[in-house]
């Protein structure tokens, strides 16, 4: 009677997690989503509304709780000094310079960031106590215990693999000593290799670079990076001013320092485009990306010498960089390449609550993956049947007749908002909280922007495969379960569905099998029975800004205030 509740507790992506006496995870989801505010910044990931309801639905009265979050034990008390000390006073702060500093990142700034992650510590667990309280009128918990953040992420993408053993590589904004670590999984055990101690951080190069380009990494939108990439060129100039940033000393990669930094950032803005801040600059996203795969190649390198495997398990905010995932294959020894659906820092709510439960069972071993993404909130038919007495339009069909009708819908040419079972766990919709399209006419990407989803042309929309025809479709076949890669399609099938094949010949691809998604297996299935096309256009469920949906409510408003041609929310059909 044993459970562990993980917290996620940066000053972004907060998220939380509940395990049973087992080790098996019965939901996980990032605060964004119930608070509807895209990436949470500075909230706490467990509210007292939100887990009231939660408890009472996975958590038995009586039973004891153990809290767990993915900041370490030492490096909270060093917040905690520094707080003493005045160090995240407003007065202290404003001493500061808001030039940038060696780690790409203004020096207040990141001082302030800091400030937000030591907030984010001291109420850890606070929303869960009140809502014990109020759910059971008693809260049993038996202690908070605190795990590495790269640990955090390590043990979950590691213990949420297919692998038994691998080398883990960990890359992000920040951690407690450095932005990168390398972990050896062996066994179902996880042992530190190497942990990258300074400001270097790849994380922070990325959102440099994300908002020289005319983008704001605040908001979020390093993804606009990667979708504008393949329209740039690699202008040499920018290329030479970006490498000035990084050196690689043997294995060693070092940042620039902050004179340098500055004078980079000075140069690369006297030559932006004045067009940049409207629609973004091509060539710096471009020369952007690329070097970041060279820093990236160089901390594989370092992770394949220190841990030779054909197993690669990669995890932190730098894994969704799903253009460069792809190209990994291959290369350093590397036949298998694993990154789990939410490897940024919401993961971690999973990695410290698996963390607690294997110190509390040392016999423990997580269950063989992939794992599920598929963990988060279900929807209420409620609003549905309260609609019938006044929307005619409003039907409820069979589990075969709805997978038809969709895919008729789809056939036709219609933008379906496609709302099943339980929502996913990470930032990408994997056919459970998707807008779907047919991604054969050339034109479906202009209308689904205009009509519904309002943002930049050229960002890329994915496709949904049949997993047993990826090999037909794609050069060099991988399987994609949480569309983290890109793979570049094959000459011959890339004008049957020009609607998913980016400007680079790629796609960002989710492989769909009956037993990941029996429903939405079945869906493209019988839209491949209708046009012989094995291949579903997937995006997100929400409009630019947003988080993806949370509630039958957020999809019933988006319906009736946006371009969807129909709504399907689990056996519920609305067209229009």
């Not at 990258?196 to 606009?224: M, N, P």
């Not at 394949?304 to 894994?319: D, H, T, Y």
């Not at 399209?437 to 922007?449: E, F, H, S, T, V």
Request: contains cysteine; charged residues 25%; hydrophobic residues 45%.
């Amino acid at each position: 009677m044993s459970y562990t509740i993980g917290l996620a507790t940066t000053f972004h992506d907060p998220a939380i997690a509940i395990v049973d006496p087992a080790g098996e995870v019965l939901f996980a989801e990032a605060a964004e989503r119930y608070l509807q505010y895209k990436r949470a910044p500075n909230c706490e990931p467990d509210t007292a509304a939100r887990m009231e309801g939660l408890l009472r639905r996975y958590i038995p009265r009586g039973a004891e709780i153990t809290l767990a979050t993915s900041w370490g034990e030492e490096f909270t008390g060093f917040l905690d000094q520094m707080s003493r000390g005045g160090a995240f006073g407003l007065e202290a702060l404003l001493k500061l310079s808001p030039a940038f500093n060696r780690s790409l990142v203004p020096e207040r700034s990141e001082r302030a960031l800091i400030a937000a992650l030591h907030h984010q510590q001291q109420r850890a667990g606070l929303g869960t106590l009140l809502g014990l309280d109020r759910a059971f009128g008693e809260a049993k918990i038996t202690g908070m215990t605190r795990y590495g953040h790269h640990l955090s992420h390590a043990a979950y993408a590691c213990w949420s693999s297919p692998f038994r053993e691998a080398a883990c590589l960990v890359v992000d904004g920040m951690g407690e000593t450095g932005a990168s670590a390398i972990f050896a999984l062996k066994d179902g055990r996880l042992t530190e290799l190497k942990r990258h101690r300074g400001r270097e951080s790849i994380g922070f190069y990325f959102g440099f670079v994300t908002d020289l380009a005319g983008f704001d990494q605040a908001k979020g939108e390093e993804w606009k990076i990667m979708g504008l990439a393949p329209y740039g060129r690699r202008d040499p100039e920018l290329l030479a001013l970006l490498r000035k940033l990084y050196r690689v000393e043997g294995t060693k990669l070092t940042f620039a320092d902050a004179a340098t930094i500055r004078d980079v950032a000075a140069e690369i803005l006297a030559r932006r485009p004045a067009e940049a801040l409207d629609t973004g600059w091509a060539d710096l996203s471009r020369c952007g990306q690329d070097v970041f795969a060279e820093m990236m190649e160089a901390l594989l390198a370092e992770t394949a010498a220190l841990c030779p495997s054909e197993n690669l398990v990669l995890a932190g905010g730098c894994a969704l960089n799903s253009s460069f995932n792809g190209r990994i294959v291959g290369r350093h020894g590397f036949t298998r390449v694993h990154v789990p659906s939410a490897p940024a820092d919401d993961g971690n709510a999973i990695g410290a609550a698996w963390l607690a439960h294997a110190e509390a069972n040392p016999d423990w071993r997580a269950p063989a993956g992939p794992m599920t993404p598929y963990l988060g909130s279900t929807l209420s038919s409620e609003p549905f049947e309260r609609m019938t007495a006044w929307e005619p339009r409003l039907q409820k069909l069979s589990p075969d007749e709805i997978v038809v009708a969709t895919a008729e819908l789809l056939a036709e040419g219609k933008l379906v908002g496609w709302a099943q079972g339980r929502a996913e766990f990470g930032p990408r919709a994997l056919g459970n909280r998707s807008i779907l399209a047919d991604p054969r006419p050339a034109n479906a990407k202009d209308i689904l922007n205009a009509k519904v989803k309002y943002r930049e042309a050229f960002r890329p929309f994915a496709p949904s495969i049949l997993a047993e025809h990826g090999p037909d479709w794609f050069e060099n076949y991988q399987d994609a379960p949480y569309m983290e890669r890109t793979l570049t399609w094959k000459e011959a099938v890339r004008a049957r569905v020009p609607a998913v094949v980016h400007e680079d010949a790629t796609g960002r691809l989710q492989s769909v099998t009956a037993e990941r998604n029996p429903r939405y297996h079945a869906l493209i299935t019988a839209f491949h029975a209708l046009t012989g096309v094995p291949v579903i256009l997937n995006t997100s469920f929400n409009i630019m800004g947003k988080p993806i949906l949370h509630s039958s409510e957020d999809a019933i408003l988006m319906f009736y205030t946006s371009g969807l041609d129909a709504l399907v929310v689990d056996d519920w059909l609305l067209v229009k």
